[in-house]
């Protein structure tokens, strides 16, 4: 057993977000472990750049409303105490809404997340359903 220390927090790069995010890295397993998480902090309007993750990835809502889009122009809104699966190479984004902060914990595995555009304004703001 070992208690991981504590990372400082990061400020989320520009070629990965739109707008100030902060994340507090909690688990990088070691081989052959591959479970990555992190809690990752919004400030309004903020938000991914579209992204996807070879093995997929987890999120689960601490506060806020999340907001998660998909390439086919799927926007669901996710509260506090839900969690949103998006599957092995499904290009999305994730982010806050324009009114207030977010946080959520992301969890996935294996370092393998391909990076790509910023997600326009108009992608952000499409219709959105809410996860229940």
């Given amino acids: 057993m070992e208690l991981i220390a504590k990372q400082p927090t990061a ?7 739109t707008g100030a995010v902060y ?8 081989a052959p472990a591959r479970l990555r998480a992190g809690l990752v902090r919004f400030t309004p309007g903020a938000r991914t750049h579209w ?19 998909t390439r086919d122009g ?14 092995k190479g ?4 994730h ?8 946080a959520h914990l992301a969890m996935w ?9 910023a997600v326009t304004d108009a992608d952000y703001r499409r219709g959105r359903t809410l996860a229940h």
């Avoid at 799927?74 to 599957?87: L, N, Q, S």
């Avoid at 499904?90 to 984004?93: C, P």
């Fill in 51 to 69: 992204h996807r993750h070879s093995l997929g990835q987890t999120l689960h809502i601490v506060s806020g409303i999340a907001l998660v889009g």
């Fill in 23 to 30: 994340i507090n890295q909690l688990v990088a397993a070691e």
């Fill in 109 to 117: 595995e294996d370092d393998d997340v391909t990076w790509n555009e």
């Fill in 95 to 102: 982010g806050a809404t324009g009114d207030q902060f977010m």
């Fill in 90 to 93: 499904e290009e999305h984004w």
């Fill in 74 to 87: 799927t926007v669901i809104e996710a509260r506090p105490g839900d969690t949103v699966w998006t599957p």
């Fill in 11 to 17: 400020t989320g790069p520009a070629d990965w977000f």
